[in-house]
C-alpha cells in the first residue's frame, strides 16, 4: 500500500512537472510571434533569456522518469505513462527552441519595414498554439481520442506552409529588394509547420499511453 501510495505521488508529480514544460513551450511560441507581429523586441529578448529555464526543466523530467524506472519499477499503464514522459519532454523542448528561433527572427525583421505576409503567419502560429494546448490537454486527460483529432489538424498546418511558402517565393521574384526579409518568413513559417509536426508527435505518446498502441506508422 505504502508502495502505491509513492509512485502514485511521484507519477502525479511528474505529470505536473512535465505540464509545466509544456505550458512553457507554449508561452515561448504565443511570445515569440506576439514578438514578431507586434515588432516587440523587448518580448523576442525574454524568449530567449527562458530558454534555459526550459533546458533545465528538461532535464529534470528525464532524471525523475529514471528514478521512477529504476527505484519503482512501474507497470503497465504506470510504466507506458514514465515512458511517454520521457519522450515527450524533449519534444517540448523542441518547440521551445523553434520559438526560439522565431524570437531571433524577430529580432531581425523588426528593423525591416512592415510585413504584410505576417498577417498568414500569425494564422497558421495560432493554428499551431491551438493544436499544443489541445495535445496538453488530450495527454492531461488521458483521451487518445482527442489526440488522434489533434493528429488530424496537422493536415492544415502544412496547407498554410505551403500557401505562405509560395506566396513568399513569387514575393521575391516580383520584389527582389525584399528577397532577405521574404527568405527568413519562409523559415518562420518552416518553424510553425515543425511545431505541428511535433505536436503530433505528443498526441501519439498519448494514444499509446492510453491504448499501448503505436500509431506513428499507422495512422
Known amino acids: 500500500m505504502e508502495y502505491h501510495r509513492h509512485l502514485d505521488d511521484e507519477l502525479n508529480s ?3 512537472r512535465v505540464l509545466l514544460l509544456g505550458g512553457e513551450a507554449e508561452t515561448a511560441l504565443e511570445q515569440a510571434m506576439h514578438a514578431l507581429t507586434d515588432r516587440d523586441s523587448e518580448v ?3 524568449v530567449l533569456d527562458n530558454d534555459d529555464q526550459v533546458d533545465r526543466l528538461e532535464v529534470e523530467i528525464d532524471r525523475q522518469c529514471i528514478d521512477i524506472i529504476a527505484l ?3 507497470a503497465a499503464r504506470d510504466l507506458r505513462f514514465v515512458i ?4 515527450m519532454a524533449p519534444v517540448l523542448e523542441r518547440i521551445a527552441d523553434h520559438a526560439c528561433n522565431i524570437a531571433r527572427a524577430a529580432l531581425d ?3 525591416e519595414p512592415e510585413l504584410k505576409s505576417v498577417v498568414d ?8 498554439l491551438s493544436m499544443l494546448r489541445r495535445a496538453l490537454d488530450a495527454f492531461t486527460s488521458n483521451d487518445p481520442l ?6 488530424k489538424s496537422d493536415t492544415e498546418i502544412n496547407e498554410l506552409y505551403n500557401h505562405i511558402f509560395h506566396r513568399l517565393i513569387e514575393m521575391m521574384v516580383t520584389e527582389p529588394a525584399t528577397a532577405t526579409r521574404d527568405a527568413r518568413l519562409i523559415f518562420v513559417a518552416k518553424h510553425l509547420e515543425r511545431i505541428g509536426d511535433y505536436v503530433t508527435d505528443i498526441c501519439e505518446l ?3 499511453m492510453a491504448e499501448a498502441a503505436f500509431i506513428k506508422h499507422f495512422k
Open 109 to 111: 525583421l523588426n528593423n
Open 146 to 151: 482527442a489526440a488522434r483529432e489533434v493528429i
Open 121 to 128: 503567419l500569425k494564422h497558421m502560429a495560432e493554428h499551431a
Open 84 to 87: 511517454s514522459v520521457a519522450k
Open 14 to 16: 511528474l505529470r505536473d
Open 72 to 74: 519503482r519499477q512501474p
Open 206 to 208: 498519448t494514444v499509446y
Open 44 to 46: 523576442a529578448r525574454q
